[in-house]
């Protein structure tokens, strides 16, 4: 199986340099590879699968498509239910973990296998309709964006049948990220997405689970792609009410997203988590640090009684301890505690910048390596 370089597709059998007139028109519309992951999905794998090809069959006028569906180590006939779909189609592959690794393997697996020049990503359960594909494929080509997302929560979104507690974590999740991000999106978790192939493939991904999705954006960032948004309606309402019941009760995992997510923040920006909160307590602290000096002048003005200035300023400090002994207790604390998390940060901002570096080193280096090895197979 190749890799999925986007050379590749010229070398497939069906689009040969001495292609018919209408293979050459073929070869003018972009092939858009939709990458579906499944897991323990198999009451809906064969009814989704088609809804989604209904759909792409739907936009043959602009693109080619193939679909691709990653069973994740399910324990169900997930697998099996979407290899007999696939048969009867000759543009859908199914791909298998013998494990489950989650969502992050899932997608670098089949990153590796799609012969697309556009990528989606979407859910089988079909929370977003099929319709968001097109949206993010109108706006892939409008923008010339490297990265579009379906947004439930930018202006003209919508989020409908979300039990509240998720709904609460994921909008806060990615409010939280988008302060981390300076703003720019309001969707940084979500998965339904379209990309540019080729600048997909540049990326060096680490991540086994859902913290694949705002990996990729800030990885994104650091090479200065541009992103967009489109408005998307997230509907667990399509579902059925067993497996909504069932996602709502996942607490763990909400659990382990939430961790994730601010972990995904302090790579965004760990000047937030150390420095800022280094300044607050250093604000605070000098404030108590100036009613001790205060006290301090205030003593030492009315103990006239020492006639050197050391013994008196030596008695105005400790008149002052035993006035608010708590202001130099506290002061102090604070102070030091100001000092750590600033040192930390300046360590974090300077680490920060070693890897930026080397990522945008290393993407060169890749990219060059891959042109090579597409010259000397070409």
Same mark, same amino acid.
């Given at each position: 199986m190749t890799n999925g370089d986007s050379s590749d597709v010229v070398r497939r059998p069906s689009q040969a340099p001495d292609a018919s007139r209408t293979g050459r028109r073929e070869l003018e519309r972009p092939l858009v590879s939709l990458v579906v992951p499944a897991y323990n999905e198999a009451a809906i794998v064969e009814p989704n699968l088609l809804a989604l090809c209904q759909y792409m069959e739907g936009l043959e006028q602009e693109y080619r498509w193939e679909l691709i569906v990653v069973d994740d180590g399910s324990a169900d006939d997930t697998g099996k239910r979407a290899e007999e779909f696939a048969r009867t189609r000759a543009n859908v592959r199914v791909l298998h973990h013998k494990h489950n690794f989650g969502m992050g393997q899932a997608f670098k697996f089949a990153f590796e296998q799609c012969w697309g020049d556009y990528i989606v990503t979407l859910d089988l359960d079909l929370t977003y309709a099929p319709e968001h594909i097109g949206a993010l494929l109108a706006e892939l080509g409008r923008t010339g964006a490297k990265?579009?997302?379906?947004?439930?929560?930018?202006?003209?979104? +919508?989020?409908?049948?979300?039990?509240?507690?998720? /709904?609460?974590?994921?909008?806060?999740?990615?409010?939280?990220?988008?302060l981390m991000a300076r703003g720019h999106l309001s969707t940084l978790t979500g998965m339904v997405r379209a990309?540019?192939? %080729?600048?997909? /493939?540049?990326?060096?991904?680490?991540?086994?689970?859902?913290?694949?999705?705002?990996?990729?954006?800030y990885k994104a960032t650091l090479l200065k792609a541009?992103?967009?948004?489109? %408005?998307?309606?997230?509907?667990?309402?399509? +579902?059925?009410?067993?497996?909504?019941r069932r996602r709502s009760r996942l607490t763990a995992k909400l659990m382990r997203h939430t961790l994730a997510v601010m972990l995904s923040g302090f790579l965004f920006r760990p000047v937030m988590f150390f420095i800022? %909160?280094?300044?607050?307590?250093?604000?605070?602290?000098?404030?108590?640090?100036?009613?001790?000096?205060?006290?301090?002048?205030?003593?030492?003005?009315?103990?006239? +009684?020492?006639?050197?200035?050391?013994?008196?300023a030596s008695a105005a400090m400790a008149a002052a301890f035993v006035m608010s002994p708590h202001t130099f207790v506290i002061g102090g604390i604070t102070g030091m505690l100001a000092v750590q998390l600033m040192s930390l940060g300046i360590l974090a901002l300077q680490s920060k910048s070693y890897f930026e570096e080397a990522f945008s080193l290393g993407t060169i280096l890749y990219k060059s390596v891959r042109a090579q090895r597409d010259v000397e197979h070409g």
């Open positions: 990265v579009v997302v379906a947004s439930p929560y930018m202006d003209g979104g +919508q989020i409908s049948n979300v039990p509240w507690l998720r /709904r609460t974590l994921s909008v806060w999740a990615n409010r939280f990220l988008s990309y540019d192939a %080729p600048f997909l /493939r540049t990326l060096s991904l680490r991540a086994l689970d859902g913290e694949i999705n705002p990996e990729i954006i541009d992103i967009a948004e489109v %408005p998307a309606h997230l509907d667990w309402g399509a +579902q059925r009410p067993d497996r909504v800022l %909160p280094g300044l607050a307590l250093l604000a605070f602290s000098l404030f108590a640090g100036s009613w001790a000096f205060i006290h301090f002048i205030e003593h030492y003005l009315v103990l006239t +009684q020492y006639p050197d200035f050391g013994r008196r």
